[in-house]
């Protein structure tokens, strides 16, 4: 979905864009590989269809990995930011059930077996490379120096929040905000999704 955004939580006459990623939602999941690569091109792809040079980039959960692994390949077509919420990508195991993924695997066609790639090929774990090149990279036209936000709930069972102080270890110039007693849904959840907008909009603006 991509359309203006004009609402309080954005700078005005911003435009946003956001994407679920391919394999999930009601998708029936088609049988590929599901490696970071994968995701990143499908981005790069969808800037070049609606014409944007480039793009402050903001990634959740497994989508931080996707962004993260974006940004270090594709380092041209980010305007300058990366944010990470409750991000994904140097996971070592999945530490908690989630009700919501379970009901999802069981209902829609092939979401398991998309699931079980992005864990073993994709943007969930394994992505040290990709984080570390985020520490020392110049991005966009103007080749200026990334800047990285860091947004976790310090209560998330399904990404702790130590894997944010993971990124901050291999990304020094990374801001990190910890919002105090969120869990995974915490750009959902009402007290922390606008702790998430409030410091989105002053970051990218």
């Not at 069981?106 to 073993?120: A, I, T, W």
Request: glycine share 8%.
């Amino acid at each position: 979905m991509v359309r203006p955004a004009y609402d309080v939580h954005w700078a005005k006459r911003s435009l946003n864009g956001g994407i679920d990623l391919y394999g999930k939602g009601y998708s029936e999941a088609p049988h590929v590989i599901y490696d970071s690569t994968f995701f990143a091109v499908q981005l790069a792809l969808l800037l070049q269809y609606i014409r944007w040079d480039a793009a402050h980039i903001v990634g959740f959960s497994m989508g931080g990995g996707v962004a993260a692994v974006f940004a270090a390949t594709l380092p041209h077509l980010v305007a300058g930011k990366v944010v990470l919420i409750s991000s994904a990508g140097l996971i070592d195991h999945v530490r908690a059930p989630n009700p919501l993924r379970d009901l999802q695997a069981s209902d829609l066609p092939g979401y398991k077996r998309s699931l079980q790639s992005c864990f073993v090929d994709g943007p969930i774990r394994d992505q040290e490379a990709a984080f570390d090149k985020l520490g020392n990279l110049r991005v966009g036209p103007a080749q200026q120096p990334l800047q990285v936000l860091v947004l976790h709930g310090t209560e998330d069972a399904i990404v702790p929040v130590e894997e944010g102080d993971k990124i901050k270890n291999r990304v020094p110039q990374a801001e990190v905000v910890k919002v105090d007693g969120a869990q995974h849904d915490v750009v959902l959840r009402d007290g922390h999704w606008q702790i998430v907008a409030k410091n989105l909009v002053r970051f990218l603006k």
